[in-house]
């Protein structure tokens, strides 16, 4: 099993441009989520996701769009990038919040905006 | 509102010399503490979940206990290799799939 993949794993976009983030899990996982992580500042939870077709706002949505097509892809996009958007992104997923389960993360895009 | 606070931000140890790192919460009901361990340019990797106050958990060199207000994680012995940023992250009852994380402590061990 590859776990949890995300592409591209470096980006450079200049502001007001547009750009999409994919991930993927092979664990049949339920769950899916969005991070960013900040210098100083943890990882923020952006979208989640707590099954195919359903999305829900995490703590700091705002200028990001999600969508779950497919219960194996978490797509996060940037519509109007920002330079307060460069950070590094981070999915994870989950098979289920019914029990308390860990939390499988991919390796990050860093993402630049100039 | 939900908060995780970890202490320090960063400490240095030499290999050998054991230390601790502290994560205190406010969480309207705790459904469980987290800790992760992340090394640079890479994704949190899970370490342990504890569930309730007094319980304790351990692997190899480390040992993370909780109490009501706050959880420590013990490393005995460090060796260089267990530089990294230790993460801990509460889910908390009324927020169930959700993780709040807190800005995590970021290991050195010098040889």
């Known amino acids: 099993n590859a776990g949890v993949t995300q592409t591209p794993k470096f980006r450079v976009l200049k502001t007001g441009q547009s750009m999409t983030l994919l991930c993927a899990q092979d664990?049949?996982?339920?769950?899916m989520y969005w991070y960013r992580q900040d210098p100083g500042m943890g990882l923020r939870l952006i979208h989640y996701s707590v099954g195919e077709g359903t999305t829900a706002k995490g703590e700091v949505p705002d200028g990001y769009n999600v969508s779950r097509l497919k219960k194996q892809n978490f797509l996060l996009g940037l519509e109007s990038a920002a330079p307060s958007q460069t950070s590094v992104y981070f999915c994870?997923?989950?098979?289920?919040?019914?029990?308390?389960?860990?939390?499988?993360f991919g390796p990050g895009t860093r993402l630049t905006v100039t | 509102e939900d908060q995780v606070t970890q202490s320090p931000e960063a400490l240095r140890l030499q290999e050998g010399e054991s230390s601790s790192l502290n994560c205190s919460y406010t969480?309207?009901?705790?459904?469980?503490l987290f800790w992760y361990r992340q090394d640079p340019g890479k994704g949190p990797e899970f370490l342990f979940t504890?569930?309730?106050a007094g319980e304790e958990k351990e692997k190899e060199r480390l040992k993370a206990t909780l109490t009501k207000k706050e959880s420590f994680l013990h490393i005995t012995a460090p060796k260089p290799e267990d530089s990294a940023t230790y993460l801990c992250?509460?889910?908390?009852?009324?927020?169930?799939?959700?993780?709040?994380f807190g800005q995590g402590t970021t290991l050195q061990v010098k040889p």
């Open positions: 664990m049949n996982h339920e769950y």
């Open positions: 504890l569930y309730s």
């Open positions: 969480v309207s009901g705790l459904r469980g």
């Open positions: 992250a509460v889910q908390a009852v009324s927020n169930t799939g959700k993780l709040i």
């Open positions: 994870a997923s989950t098979p289920t919040s019914a029990i308390l389960e860990e939390q499988y």
